[in-house]
């Protein structure tokens, strides 16, 4: 049982590049989320999904967009990085049954420079 | 809206010492507690959680929390630190539809010998 996954772990872009940050699960939860840590500032959310084919706005989802195609899997994209998305970037899951108690994945360090 | 406040952003204890981090909340009704630790490099763990019931809540690695509602406040406290108690500690609130959570800042532990 792997839990969430995040691929990749590190990455380093240059202003105006593209890229998916790809999150996965084998818990079978129905929520899923990215969050962005930023020092001093604790998590904040980007985007949500509470089932296959559905997203939501977080707290800051400006510069993301994000996809689910499939129970499993959740998918945060950056069409055109900039430097302040520099950041560590957190997937979790979330059983809909436990209300609230989210699992995590190890992070993303994105560098845009 | 929901908003949680962690009023220190560094503390140091001695390895042995007692801890107490603090946090308080906002929120209308019940609140869905939790505490995080995150150690450096890594994800988020999940140290305890309030519902309901019993407002003194055991968490893992000997931590424990106490909900105290006329303050508003859900502090994380452990007896005897260890120097591998030192990490970054989150408290989240629960937030609405889809089991989303509102975190704090957060308080970064350090742990002298």
């Known amino acids: 049982n792997a839990g969430v996954t995040q691929t990749p772990k590190f990455r380093v872009l240059k202003t105006g590049q593209s890229m998916t940050l790809l999150c996965a699960q084998d818990m079978n939860h129905e929520y899923m989320y990215w969050y962005r840590q930023d020092p001093g500032m604790g998590l904040r959310l980007i985007h949500y999904s509470v089932g296959e084919g559905t997203t939501a706005k977080g707290e800051v989802p400006d510069g993301y967009n994000v996809s689910r195609l499939k129970k499993q899997n959740f998918l945060l994209g950056l069409e055109s990085a900039a430097p302040s998305q520099t950041s560590v970037y957190f997937c979790?899951?979330?059983?809909?049954?436990?209300?609230?108690?989210?699992?995590f994945g190890p992070g993303t360090r994105l560098t845009v420079t | 809206a929901q908003s949680v406040t962690q009023p220190d952003i560094h503390i140091t204890v001695s390895e042995g010492a007692s801890l107490e981090l603090r946090c308080n909340y906002s929120y209308g009704a019940t609140p869905y507690l939790f505490w995080y630790v995150q150690s450096p490099g890594q994800g988020l763990q999940l140290l305890l959680k309030?519902?309901?019931?019993?407002?003194l809540v055991q968490g893992i690695k000997g931590f424990e929390a106490e909900f105290k509602r006329s303050q508003s406040s859900f502090n994380l406290r452990k007896p005897s630190v260890h120097w591998s108690d030192a990490a970054e500690y989150f408290c989240a609130v629960g937030a609405g539809y889809g089991n989303k959570l509102v975190f704090g800042a957060g308080t970064i532990l350090r742990v002298k010998s």
């Open positions: 309030y519902f309901s019931g019993d407002t």
């Open positions: 979790a899951s979330s059983p809909a049954e436990i209300l609230h108690e989210q699992y």
